[in-house]
């Protein structure tokens, strides 16, 4: 990062900025040699020192099938809270944001596993109690993302 002095590495403000993002940017490898990028809905997880992310969909389509055939994906999340617009020199101007960016590989997941990841999503969302149909957690596509790589960044002035 070249401007280290806005980079975050702290576990607890990474999970913070996580916690207030609502959409994930995930990147996958496409073999056009182009990424493909689809927003995801997410919940997270840090324990023993490890980050892992949920995101679930239809189990099929594109996502599905690039995943399946390489499991190294990327994704960014992001909050803009203000742009700050000088009127003299407009290369002035910023915004001011907080964000994660990483890597990870994606492991797509079974039967209880789907529920503790679905509830994981369910709650970044609400704090109401989760409810699942086995029907649908069957026909859902759920997957584990296992964090290789997390840093955060901001700017604030």
């Known amino acids: 990062m070249r401007r280290n002095n806005y980079e975050i590495k702290d576990e607890k403000r990474i999970s913070e900025i996580l916690k207030k993002c609502q959409v994930m940017r995930l990147a996958a490898n ?22 892992c992310i949920y995101i679930h969909g239809a189990d099929a389509g594109t996502k599905k099938e690039l995943l399946m055939k390489d499991a190294k994906v990327g994704f960014e999340m992001d909050i803009n809270e203000n ?22 590989n994606v492991v797509f997941l079974e039967n209880d596993e789907k ?24 026909k859902t596509m759920v ?11 901001f700017l604030k002035k």
């Open 30 to 51: 496409d073999e056009t040699g182009y990424p493909y990028i689809v927003p995801v809905n997410y919940g997270f997880e840090f324990a023993d020192g490890a980050w």
């Open 83 to 104: 742009v700050v617009i000088n009127d003299e020199i407009s290369c002035n101007s910023y915004m001011c944001y907080e964000s994660v960016c990483g890597t990870g």
């Open 115 to 138: 529920v503790k990841a679905l509830t994981a999503i369910m709650n970044h969302y609400s704090d109401a109690p989760v409810h699942f149909d086995k029907e649908t957690i069957d």
């Open 143 to 153: 997957i584990k993302i296992e964090v290789t790589k997390i840093t955060g960044k």
